[in-house]
């Protein structure tokens, strides 16, 4: 049974790339004319294309995304998103699926990805992480999008988690940001993900749904830097415990 699932999970793995780039190969022309557009209007003509390839795609592949929590969305606001990363497959379900616009912070490595690097550009502020001054232009950008009315969509682990830990320890990066901009923070945690695409198999997934919960705004009104540490902690600790209550 071991092999018949391992070569089941190949079998998947390859039919589910063959679709995402089928379905890639439809969206990229408009989403490559909207890239020529000024921000924050790009952003919101974006977000609907991504969302609808998304709404297409996932059910394809037998993992639908699930949302609970979108009514911490107040009409008006926007915040700053910061959600677990388990997986790739997080990447086609955060940003898409946050209730409006939003830009995400992104290694500039993908963006050389040919066809693909241009629907990643499109919505995402570009970060090499070897370079110093794209570091510090990320929190102007940042800054930026949130100056426009736009959500962020950031992962403060950083990268995926392979570790035993329900959530990884989370860097500093959004919650400086969120407290420069005295915007509110929104956990958000995706289930299952790491399951669909585990990190340790090569080529090999399988279907589940994916879920992506909201959880109630974390504020940031009259917090310094000097609550950096309180602010993290506090964060990581809602979502670490809802994590391993809803898993």
């Not at 993992?63 to 008006?76: A, D, M, Q, S, Y």
């Not at 995400?104 to 570009?126: C, D, H, N, W």
């Not at 420069?180 to 923070?185: G, T």
Request: hydrophobic share 45%; charged share 20%.
């Amino acid at each position: 049974m071991k092999l018949i699932g391992k070569i089941a999970g190949h079998i998947y793995f390859v039919l589910g790339m063959l679709l995402f780039v089928a379905t890639m190969l439809i969206v990229v022309i408009p989403i490559w004319l909207t890239s020529l557009l000024p921000e924050p209007r790009r952003a919101k003509i974006m977000h609907p294309i991504f969302k609808g390839w998304m709404s297409v795609f996932m059910p394809l592949v037998g993992c639908p995304v699930l949302r609970k929590g979108k009514e911490h969305f107040k009409k008006g606001e926007n915040y700053v998103v910061v959600t677990n990363h388990n997986s790739l497959v997080d990447v086609p379900v955060s940003s898409p699926w946050i209730p409006g616009p939003n830009k995400t912070l992104a290694k500039i490595e993908m963006a050389r990805i040919p066809i693909f690097g241009v629907i990643y550009k499109a919505g995402s502020i570009l970060l090499d992480r070897q370079s110093e001054a794209s570091r510090r232009q990320s929190f102007t950008d940042m800054q930026q999008a949130l100056d426009m009315g736009l959500h962020l969509c950031l992962y403060p682990e950083g990268t995926r988690n392979k570790t035993n830990h329900p959530i990884q320890r989370f860097y500093d990066g959004a919650f400086i940001t969120a407290i420069k901009s005295q915007k509110a923070i929104i956990p958000g945690i995706i289930f299952n993900t790491g399951r669909i695409l585990p990190h340790d198999k090569k080529m090999w997934a399988r279907p589940l749904p994916v879920r992506f919960h909201f959880l109630e705004p974390v504020p940031t009104k009259g917090l310094t830097l000097d609550d950096l540490p309180a602010l993290k902690e506090k964060v990581h600790r809602l979502m670490t415990d809802y994590y391993l209550a809803h898993k």
